[in-house]
Nanobody
Framework: QVQLVESGGGLVQAGGSLRLSCAASGRTFRNTAMGWFRQAPGKEREFVAVITWSGTITYYADSVKGRYTISRDNAKNTVYLQMNSLKPEDTAVYYC?????????????????WGQGTQVTVSS
């Protein structure tokens, strides 16, 4: 059983920053690529960022590139998402997920475990 628990969401003004954390347990975390997705009301869940198991390779959605940074600490079984220069359109529930080991990093269906999500609200 894998458990992922996100934290760090909240309400922030446009231009502000938040740091999300995702604590993992139950599986060998360090061998798994980890991703962040988000879902706004009435919209599909969308890819935000992913980091490979070693932490040496990262990919970002174009909408967050240059503003968000994904990182991980395998000793702490935790993955982070630093979000800077936040915009109202970044408002969503943010989810972390562990990649199943095959397939694209960009599609939710390729991830086999998900956290419960944390709300991020950016006011204008």
């Amino acid at each position: 059983q894998v458990q992922l628990v996100e934290s760090g969401g909240g309400l922030v003004q446009a231009g502000g920053s938040l740091r999300l954390s995702c604590a993992a347990s139950g599986r060998t975390f360090r061998n798994t690529a980890m991703g962040w997705f988000r879902q706004a009301p009435g919209k599909e869940r969308e890819f935000v960022a992913v980091i490979t198991w070693s932490g040496t390779i990262t990919y970002y959605a174009d909408s967050v590139k240059g503003r968000y940074t994904i990182s991980r600490d395998n000793a702490k079984n935790t993955v982070y998402l630093q979000m800077n220069s936040l915009k109202p359109e970044d408002t969503a529930v943010y989810y972390c997920a562990s990649h199943g080991g095959r397939g694209s990093y960009y599609y939710p269906v390729e991830y086999d475990y998900w956290g419960q999500g944390t709300q991020v609200t950016v006011s204008s």
